[in-house]
């Protein structure tokens, strides 16, 4: 046994012992004990698995972004979910945007095919030119996004409550990851 395990032991033994001794030597009686009662430390803590933790999170936004889409009068603005894994990777991934984004990625998917289509079906030396990139109009709509999203949760308590349980989840959740890979 290691030595430097023992000194504590040794320690809260003897502490133990002259807290629960009377005066004369002997031990003391059960009434004497209860002047020496501490007070009651309750540990909260959540017992919920990651996969329960995570699956909770993902309701809560669901809930979350179902309540959004019905508020948003624009459809370019409702949010959208989808599962799968990014590009270069087999990992599934959990994506939500609005769907103007969408939209502008697919404007622009089509531009490039139809640009390189043209270009190889045409002869005579034609230059290849870019589409522009779709961040230009997703820039001016995420602002509006962001400006409509934040005044429907600051006026909505629905909404506001979601987030606010969404934000408590992903605490407890990386607490518990926290844990689980120390």
Do not use: W
């Amino acid at each position: 046994m290691n030595r430097s395990r023992q000194v504590p032991r040794v320690i809260l033994a003897s502490i133990s012992l002259l807290l629960f001794q009377s005066v004369d030597g002997a031990h003391a009686s059960a009434d004497v004990r209860a002047t020496y009662e501490t007070e009651e430390v309750r540990v909260l803590a959540s017992r919920l698995k990651l996969d329960e933790l995570r699956a909770a999170m993902v309701e809560t936004e669901d809930q979350f972004y179902e309540q959004l889409n019905k508020l948003l009068d624009d459809p370019e603005m409702r949010v959208t979910c989808s599962v799968g894994p990014p590009l270069g990777t087999h990992i599934q991934h959990r994506a939500c945007g609005p769907q103007f984004i969408a939209t502008a990625n697919a404007t622009y998917a089509r531009a490039m095919i139809s640009e390189l289509t043209s270009q190889g079906l045409m002869t005579g030396g034609r230059s290849y030119a870019d589409p522009p990139p779709p961040g230009a109009s997703i820039g001016s709509s995420e602002i509006v996004f962001r400006r409509t999203v934040s005044g429907l949760v600051q006026n909505n308590p629905a909404l506001r409550e979601l987030a606010k349980r969404r934000e408590k989840l992903q605490v407890l959740f990386k607490a518990a990851q926290k844990a689980h890979f120390k």
